[in-house]
């Protein structure tokens, strides 16, 4: 089968370079070539973001993103905490849903999905309970491709002495993350959406401190359990070690590609030429350009089309796209610039995405004249 261009957010088509890095040997994962690996991937996660190994810690675990952050809500609240979440689409509701099954105190500031942060209730979520712990974001919400405004979000926090949650599930590796002036406690992230890697393995950016709070609530997600094995060259389980080969290959190439800034540059540009390819046939982005990421845009589909034949047209040619989520369904796809996609690739997605709208106006235009 063809390989196809994925843009739906992760996981994402590999280089060649991490390809190859899945051939090396099986490996048991109680012995020192493991070790070895699990200890690279672990320094250079911080690495990406030059973060100082005396006030932090790269926690591995192996599991899809929500698992990261099923971790870091479930380990990071402590028995006497509580939450503030702040939902503006599926992952910030998904980290309500987190604190609800495992029982952790907790409010939510909701939003609309179209919505940006409305900090002044936030403001006044925190000026309410004077219990607050923590607070709850996701950074880039996948659900429309909004990047959060945590600068502004983060700065409340502080003046309130709240520790914030972050899913960076679909923004670590490509868009900015504050280590130093925002007061995290910690960050979710995956290795199958802006590093590049394969899915299976995702981590916990922990500041050390709070693993000293952990309050474990489940066995397999235990943060601070993964933490003190991982400190010791060991591992409390089986860990899926190809996804490991894969971070270890990605994560260089990263570094090797100039790193966050760079994946960010990349990942803005070929973001822009998909949105000015769809706005010269009249699709508009659902949000501004300031307001959304670089990782994934959110546009409105044609007009008459749904999103099956859009997506089935568009697949035919080779690519993937991706539709809304809930009652977005009906009236919005999604296109993710993560990945190794090329110049060419997007030249020929424009292309095609030209071709079927121009078809489809006809189509309909002479349909209604009929
Ligand atoms: C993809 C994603 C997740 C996790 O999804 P998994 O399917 O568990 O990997 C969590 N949060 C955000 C913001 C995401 O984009």
Redesign the pocket.
Known sequence: MKQAILLN??PVVLSDHVRRSLQQPDLCHREPEFFDLQDRIRQRLLDVYALDDADWVAVLLS?????A?EAMVSSLVPADGELLVIEN???GE?LSEIARVHGISHTAVAHRWDQAIDLDRVEQALQQSTELTHLAV?????TTGRLNDLTALAELCRRHKVKLLI?????FGAETIDFDQWPIAAV?A?A??CLHGI?GL?FVICRRQQLNQCQPRTLYLDLNRYAKAQAKRGTPFTPAFPAFYALDAALQELADQGGWQQRQARYGQLAERVRQCLHSVGIEGMLPTEQSSVVLRSYYLPPGMSYKHWHDYLRDQGFIIYAGQGHFSSEMFRVSTMGQITDQDIDRLCRAMRAGILEGLNSSASGDAA
């Open positions: 957010p992760g599991g899809s993103g929500t698992s952050m689409g599926v992952y998904r996701a950074h880039h919400e996948t899913d960076g599930v679909s923004s979710a995956t199958n959406k899915p995702s």
